[in-house]
């Protein structure tokens, strides 16, 4: 768990990050999204240390760590930046082991721990391991930055804007595989990020930023529903509210009873999947894989502020 | 392709002129004027290279160490105010003729080796000193900033990060300090340093265009094997250089 207590950072009269509190909970996901120059990559770099605050505190686990000589904190906190950052001299074994090394690990469990990842990450060892990072393409450099920044097991990742750089097809899968990978793993994240849709892909709570204040820290669905200010509300933009509202919940919370024809949808699809479905093949009604049926009246409603999908 | 095949053709002349200089008398006799000797054998040829090359070497190290450490300290935090002298000292030592350095430093020095090794030693910081510089603040920031968020020391970051990546930058730098070296080295037979500078001289003092030429000559030779020698050392080196190209 990692508890936020009234950061500031000022540089000269310039105050970047103001006053900012914000909790978030073991195996939690926080988004920090906000404009360029909102303050939201210095409150992050705030957490290793690579910035100093001016004033308040961030406890790990209930440590503050401004008790930790910052190096050993660095070295327990995952770090995954935008454009990935790979040494370019050392291999994709060496860079993913560069952690775990200065922990001083024994040869062969670093060796396991590099494989380990590199499986994890769809990058077969053999083929991998002893490459350059120039010889990777976009994506397979990237995936190799995260297993970097997981190599030494932290419990708190720290990621800025780390899929930027990606296109979009393998942004998306790439934000797959990290929602997958934190899920398995249980580590903590904090994540900036520009891309409101990021953000309510990968956010369990989402933290909007701007002008180094923190405007407001809720789950996705608060901040569409009830944006803090306009400036909230216009980051999200209102012509995606409805589609944001319906990616955040699966087709198994709002299936009911029933039968309908055609091919049939899976339970873990989002609501947006189904309704993209309901509207391309121009059926009122979706069997669900296993039995039920979602329908596009029921879709129409989850859509809306205060919808089936607000329940749980 | 040719280049490589004509170095390793100037390198194997230069080697069977050294070790048997007598057998290009025929080549050179016509430079020499009135029967004079075409080859030096005041000293022997093989033995002043030798002695050339110790002393360009000797001085290089010295200037690197020097120059390179200098460029380290400036790049740290709380020693850019020390910038502005580096820069001054190096630059003063790149711009004091190598001449002027000889006839200050034979007073306090003699004769001899010492007042060349100092007057090499001061001409060859500039280029080392600026190379490392450029090297040492052109990192990629993600790379830097990488070694820093991983929780790598300051010195970790230096030699682990930061210096592999400046190395071939560096390299560049060492590589001009010694082909200038191994040229300006020639002047300290003025004042008794064993360098091939003793043959161009003897033939100056002589008139014998031979000796002026094969002095001349064997320096060339070497400083375009070595400035080969480098290039091909800064390219095995560079990350995503030619080693990986096969």
Redesign the interface.
Request: aromatic share 4%; charged share 15%.
């Given at each position: 768990m990692i508890e936020i207590e009234h950061l500031t950072r000022r540089y000269g009269d310039r105050t970047v990050v103001r006053d900012v509190s914000l909790t978030v909970g073991r195996g939690q996901i926080a988004a920090l999204v906000g404009t360029s120059g909102s303050g939201k990559t210095t409150l992050l770099r705030m957490i290793?240390r690579?910035v100093q605050p001016t004033a308040g505190r961030v406890l790990i686990d209930g440590t503050d760590t401004a008790t930790v000589p910052a190096?050993?904190?660095?070295?327990?906190i995952g770090?995954a930046?935008?454009?990935?950052?790979?040494?370019?001299?050392r291999t994709v074994a060496q860079n993913i082991a560069?952690?775990p090394r200065?922990l001083g690990w024994d040869a062969a469990r670093i060796r396991a721990r590099v494989d380990e990842l590199l499986d994890l990450f769809q990058l077969p060892p053999v083929e991998f391991r002893d490459r350059?990072p120039?010889?990777l393409s976009g994506g397979q450099q990237q995936r190799v930055g995260v297993s970097?920044a997981l190599a030494a097991r932290p419990d708190l990742l720290?990621m800025d804007e780390p899929f930027g750089a990606l296109d979009p097809v393998i942004r998306a899968s790439a934000q797959a595989d990290l929602r997958r990978i934190q899920r398995e793993l249980g580590t903590t994240l904090v994540i900036v990020t520009h891309d409101i849709d990021e953000a309510m892909a990968l956010g369990d709570r989402i933290g909007v930023m701007d002008q180094g204040l923190l405007l407001q820290y809720a789950p996705p669905r608060a901040i569409l529903t009830d944006p803090a200010t306009p400036f909230v509300a216009r980051l999200i933009g209102t012509d995606q509210r409805p589609f944001h509202l319906l990616s955040l919940s699966r087709v198994a919370d709002l299936a009911t009873p029933g039968t309908a024809d055609g091919p049939p949808v899976a339970p873990d699809a989002s609501l947006r999947d189904a309704l993209a479905l309901c509207l391309w093949s121009g059926r009122g009604a979706l069997p669900v894989q296993g039995g039920g049926v979602v329908t596009l009246e029921a879709l129409r409603r989850a859509a809306r502020p205060g919808g089936a999908g607000a329940d749980p | 392709m040719i280049g490589r095949a004509a170095l390793g053709l100037a390198a194997a002349v230069l080697a069977a002129f050294l070790l048997a200089p007598e057998r290009f008398a025929p080549l050179l006799r016509p430079l020499a004027a009135n029967g004079a000797p075409p080859i030096y054998t005041q000293t022997s040829l093989l033995g002043l290279t030798l002695w050339h090359l110790a002393l360009v070497a000797a001085a290089v190290a010295a200037s690197t160490v020097v120059a390179v450490g200098l460029g380290i300290l400036v790049t740290r935090p709380g020693w850019r105010d020390v910038l502005p002298l580096a820069r001054t000292v190096t630059s003063v030592g790149q711009t004091f003729p190598p001449v002027a350095v000889l006839a200050l430093a034979v007073p306090l020095m003699g004769f001899g080796s010492g007042p060349t090794l100092l007057a090499l030693f001061l001409y060859g910081l500039l280029p080392i000193f600026e190379n490392t510089l450029a090297g040492l603040t052109g990192l990629?920031p993600?790379?830097t900033?990488?070694?820093?968020?991983?929780?790598?020391?300051p010195a970790?970051r230096l030699v682990q990060?930061e210096l592999?990546?400046a190395l071939p930058v560096i390299l560049a730098g060492v590589r001009l300090s010694a082909v200038i070296a191994l040229s300006t080295a020639t002047i300290g037979s003025t004042v008794a340093a064993r360098t091939l500078g003793e043959v161009i001289i003897a033939g100056l003092l002589s008139s014998n265009t031979a000796f002026v030429v094969q002095g001349g000559v064997v320096v060339g030779t070497l400083a375009l094997l070595i400035h080969a020698g480098f290039v091909w050392l800064e390219r095995r080196l560079a990350?995503?250089g030619p080693s990986?190209r096969r």
């Open positions: 290793n690579l190096h050993l904190l660095r070295r327990r770090y930046i935008q454009g990935h950052g790979l040494f370019p001299h560069t952690v200065l350059l120039h010889q970097r720290l | 990629p993600a790379v900033e990488a070694a820093r968020g991983m929780g790598m020391t970790q990060v592999p990546l990350p995503g990986d």
